[in-house]
């Protein structure tokens, strides 16, 4: 079970400046153990910075974090992945000379059978072995990269998956093989907790809870069946959240610096 | 002829991935003599009457032999200067596996400059592997400056993969190449510097054929106070493709300067270089430090990965 406690997230305005901006504002949110839990909102409202939060990415200024009864506020990202925690990337970082097997051992944390290996690829809808031989740098598509990402959390098996935007930069095609994927995890998922991040209707169905974030509060929160009524009422924004553009579903240029 | 005691197999070990003799045509080096060298049936290997060194005469035809030519050096303040000529027969097909390993304990320079040429007749294809690697207790340097020459005749193919391992004090590398009609060049160069290490490599390569090809990958790794400068030069004279490459991940106080160089002579001629330097992503470890390892796994992993 994973429990955020009067989270406080703010950042300075500038560089140089002692005035801050705060991005979560005094959030509290239980995930229990098993839950499928969508977070969902408008660009801007913290949802990615609450993810970052809980992998230990980002330390937030005040509140407290803890998992399975453990407080992890200030665990580092080695220590929170040991204890469960995994997080697939918005946009996955790409590694000159390292082999996609390689990725996928590192993310089990053990030798993996190449079977075994083309298994999860192909759960991602990379359904070539040749995949397992490839770099994981830049003759990879950004849809490519980001499929292996989601691989490399299959290969792992958290007890806490973090996803952040997983539909973001897979193609249409693709998406179906994803939400399919999504949908065995959580089948299979003996108290295993999922957390996405996402703006995808196909996405928010499979939940079983739907946090709503806006300016870094929680909107709206709850069970399914209640909060997906309002998500439909995005014309009428007022109430409810608001989805605004859902996010570009062709291959998205991802920035290497290496 | 020499003797090979344990520091000398470890050295063997890691440049050429040699344990005990190899089978078939090598010829093994130690502080400027001959340990052992033998030929097969369709390798021949001899000495130089002239100068030190030996020239490598591959029969045309010959397909998947190995052939193993390691120097070591454990002696301090010794410079061995040796020419390796390998003339390759027409469509012969063999792996060629070099380096040098220095064991200096003294604390004088040790020094080894290899001048490897080769000569590939028409449609043979090369696989060239070489490791430079540093050891030894002593302040004395560890100097590695190697000349390649590499000659290919019509429709060839050579795909050479060069490697500093670690521990090189100081390296100038020169690498010559002309390329005839339809032949394909794949040189990957590889260099780890640390300390106050310094490394030089100059490349000139020669596209005179037409539909002539190279590609040039060059990756490095500069950490604390080193030194790197990669400086290659592509000239296409005819209908060609030409290809530089060169990443470079730079740590610590390390420099890094990257100048590569595309002169085109032909209007066919298609040429392009990338250049790019940069610290370790912190996304990349950032990434890894998800999956379980601390930052300082990270980094040498993604370290391992970039190099090999």
């Not at chain 1, 996405?203 to 709850?222: K, T």
């Not at chain 2, 029969?59 to 030519?69: F, N, S, W």
Request: aromatic share 4%; glycine share 10%.
């Amino acid at each position: 079970m994973l429990e955020l406690k009067n989270i406080v997230f703010e950042v300075p305005v500038d560089e140089h400046s002692s005035k801050t901006k705060r991005i979560i504002d005094d959030l509290s949110l239980t995930i229990e153990d098993g839950k499928f839990t969508v977070i969902t909102g408008p660009n801007g409202g913290g949802k990615s910075t609450l993810a970052k939060l809980i992998m230990g990415i980002e330390q937030p200024t005040s509140g407290t974090i803890l998992f399975n009864g453990q407080d992890v506020t200030h665990a580092s990202i080695t220590e929170r992945a040991n204890l469960g925690i995994g997080y697939g990337f918005q946009q996955p970082a790409r590694f000159k000379g390292m082999k996609v097997k390689k990725l996928l051992e590192l993310a089990a944390g053990k030798r993996l059978p190449a079977l075994q290996c083309n298994e999860y690829l192909s759960k991602v809808g990379l359904c070539s072995a040749a995949y397992l031989t490839r770099e994981v740098d830049k003759s990879l598509s950004g849809g490519e990269v980001k499929r292996i990402e989601i691989a490399t959390m299959l290969a792992r098996d958290p007890k806490l998956a973090i996803y952040d935007e997983p539909e973001a930069g897979i193609d249409l095609w693709s998406f179906d093989r994803l939400t399919e994927t999504f949908r065995d995890i959580h089948e299979a998922r003996d108290d295993r907790s999922i957390v996405i991040i996402s703006h995808q209707e196909r996405i928010i169905q499979l939940a079983d809870d739907i946090v709503c974030l806006r300016d870094g509060r929680i909107e709206d929160a709850g069970p399914r069946d209640e909060i997906m009524p309002k998500l439909g009422l995005t014309d009428r924004a007022q109430f409810g959240c608001t989805l605004t553009t859902p996010t570009e579903l062709h291959l998205t240029k991802i920035p290497t610096t290496c | 002829m020499a003797e090979l005691n344990k520091i000398d197999e470890e050295l063997l070990a890691q440049i050429a991935d040699l344990h005990g003799m190899p089978r078939g045509a090598f010829n093994i080096r130690k502080d400027g003599q001959l340990v052992e060298r033998s030929s097969s049936a369709n390798i021949d290997i001899e000495a130089f009457t002239d100068k030190q060194g030996i020239k490598i005469t591959v029969a045309p035809g010959t397909k998947g032999e190995t052939v193993h030519i390691p120097v070591i050096m454990t002696k301090t303040g010794i410079t061995d200067v040796v020419y390796n000529d390998f003339h390759i027969g027409e469509g012969a097909d063999v792996t060629i596996v070099a380096g040098c390993g220095i064991h200096n304990s003294g604390d004088d320079a040790t020094e080894h400059d290899g001048i490897h040429s080769f000569w590939l007749g028409k449609g043979s294809r090369v696989r060239y592997v070489e490791k430079h690697y540093g050891e030894g207790e002593g302040t004395g340097d560890r100097i590695l400056n190697p000349t390649t020459n590499v000659y290919m005749g019509e429709d060839s193919f050579c795909e050479m993969e060069m490697t500093q391992l670690k521990g090189v004090s100081s390296t100038v590398r020169e690498t010559n190449c002309e390329l005839a009609e339809g032949a394909k060049l794949i040189l990957t160069e590889k260099l780890l510097t640390h300390g106050k290490q310094t490394a030089v490599s100059n490349m000139d390569i020669r596209l005179k054929g037409e539909g002539s090809n190279v590609q040039v990958i060059s990756r490095s790794v500069a950490q604390d106070d080193s030194y790197q400068v990669f400086n290659p030069l592509v000239v296409g004279e005819a209908a060609c493709h030409g290809h530089v490459q060169c990443d470079a991940i730079i740590m610590g106080n390390a420099k890094v300067k990257a100048i590569p160089g595309i002169e085109a002579a032909s209007e066919d001629a298609q040429l392009i270089h990338e250049a790019a330097i940069g610290k370790i992503a912190g996304d990349q470890i950032i990434k890894l430090m998800t999956l379980g390892m601390s930052e300082e796994e990270a980094e040498q992993e993604i370290l391992n990965d970039f190099l090999s």
